[in-house]
């Protein structure tokens, strides 16, 4: 999401509309940091488990908690970063 939101930033700030690989091939890359942070933790947060012996729920609503919520909340972020540094604000062609 860091990267995503400060180059978006910076293309809005200089007016520049960037194509559609530029702007999503960020929350691409948003989506590679992520899997590859989690798949760094993944070995820890199994050993946790297993040494606490978590129950399942438990185990599951840690997993949705840590892992699910922040993702979805970073890829939701970079989404809304990349549709506005594509967002075309030109009103030519529109009848009113």
């Known amino acids: 999401m860091i990267l995503s939101y400060t180059i978006a930033r910076r293309r809005i700030a200089a007016g520049r509309r960037p194509s559609w690989?530029?702007?999503?091939?960020?929350?691409?890359a948003d989506a590679l940091a992520l899997a590859v942070v989690f798949a760094l933790l993944w070995g820890p947060f199994q050993n946790l488990t297993a040494t606490f012996e978590f129950p399942t729920w438990?185990?599951?609503?840690?997993l949705f908690?840590?892992?699910f919520i922040p993702i979805q909340a970073v890829l939701i972020l970079s989404s809304l970063w990349a549709a506005k540094?594509?967002?075309?604000?030109?009103?030519?062609?529109?009848?009113?």
Not at 58 to 62: L, N, Q, S
């Open 65 to 67: 908690a840590v892992c």
């Open 85 to 96: 540094s594509r967002w075309d604000d030109d009103d030519t062609g529109k009848s009113g």
């Open 21 to 28: 690989f530029g702007a999503w091939g960020l929350v691409g």
């Open 58 to 62: 438990a185990t599951v609503a840690a």
